[in-house]
């Protein structure tokens, strides 16, 4: 079951970056993010009392408490830089970055969790997964100028904070109804995103989003919430070496869209990463 939830994680996320990418064109990228996590928070407070665990929160540990918000925390800076990158970034290039996480979550599954076994299958691939990654982002000679390359450090942050979020929120979420635990690293999320748009004093541009890009911005939390809710309940049952992965294979989603819907095509070079990162994506997945 848990790597079901996985795989239809992987397509919830993939969508998510498509539809966000949409809403994303004239809006504010973090006045977007901050709409979007209140979407998300109701979708997962919904499921909270669709499952009845809402009751079960007095008994969560001090220690679950304080990984799960640490997970959140974690969560609202790589969704700050994630979609800063997408507002300025191709979506193509943006996407196999923010993925690069998974090199680091299995290596840390690995070492914190004692994740050993079919120990060389996961490092097989997980050279797979980073040779993929380093072809998809490499630039082409002469087209991308450097002025483009400013989306390139929030991915790269992105990556890092979403690999603390999987080894935080699998120590946080032990003894917890997954629903729960997302509901809560959901509240986090909402203060922090919500945070730096009264800082940055972006609250004003609200009133001024299209209707259209409103849409798709709260049609993109519905995904996101779809896909935490699926990701973090194959986290805490599964294996987090092996479920990573899997959710990374979003990416498979997210360029087919990216080509029907922005015209975005990859080159041969390009192609070749995605197909080396899906197949070390199913090494691990299939063998580990």
Not at 251 to 273: D, N, P, Q
């Given at each position: 079951m848990w790597l079901f939830m996985a795989v239809l994680s992987a397509l919830f996320a993939g969508v998510t970056s498509i539809l966000a990418k949409c809403g994303i064109r004239k809006t504010d990228s973090d006045v977007a993010t901050a709409l979007r996590t209140v979407v998300v928070l109701i979708f997962a407070w919904i499921m909270v009392f669709v499952v009845g665990s809402g009751e079960t929160i007095k008994a969560i540990s001090a220690k679950s408490l304080l990984f799960l918000i640490l997970s959140g925390a974690a969560?609202?800076?790589?969704?700050?830089?994630?979609?800063?990158?997408?507002?300025?970034?191709?979506?193509?290039?943006?996407?196999?970055?923010?993925?690069?996480?998974?090199?680091?979550?299995?290596?840390?599954a690995i070492i914190l969790f004692g994740e050993t076994e079919h120990l060389a299958v996961k490092l097989i691939g997980t050279v797979f997964l980073t040779v993929g990654i380093y072809l998809m982002v490499e630039k082409k000679q002469g087209e991308e100028k450097e002025k483009n390359r400013k989306w390139l450090p929030y991915a790269v942050l992105s990556a890092v904070f979403a690999a603390l979020t999987s080894i935080l929120a699998k120590i946080g979420i032990t003894g917890v109804e997954s629903n729960l635990g997302t509901a809560i690293r959901t509240i986090v999320v909402l203060v922090m995103s919500w945070m730096i748009v009264l800082m940055k004093g972006k609250q004003s541009q609200i009133r001024k989003i299209d209707k259209k890009e409103m849409a798709y911005i709260s049609f993109s939390g519905l995904a996101t919430g779809a896909s935490w809710l699926c990701y973090y309940y194959a986290i805490q049952n599964g294996i987090v070496s092996v479920v990573v992965p899997?959710?990374?294979?979003?990416?498979?989603?997210?360029?087919?869209?990216?080509?029907?819907?922005?015209?975005?095509?990859?080159?041969?070079?390009?192609?070749?990463?995605?197909?080396?990162?899906v197949f070390g994506t199913l090494v691990m997945a299939i063998w580990a």
């Open positions: 969560t609202g800076l790589s969704w700050i830089c994630y979609f800063k990158a997408l507002s300025i970034g191709d979506i193509n290039k943006v996407v196999p970055i923010d993925k690069s996480s998974t090199v680091l979550t299995v290596l840390l899997i959710d990374k294979a979003s990416i498979v989603v997210t360029v087919v869209f990216s080509y029907f819907v922005f015209g975005e095509k990859l080159s041969r070079k390009a192609l070749a990463g995605l197909l080396l990162m």
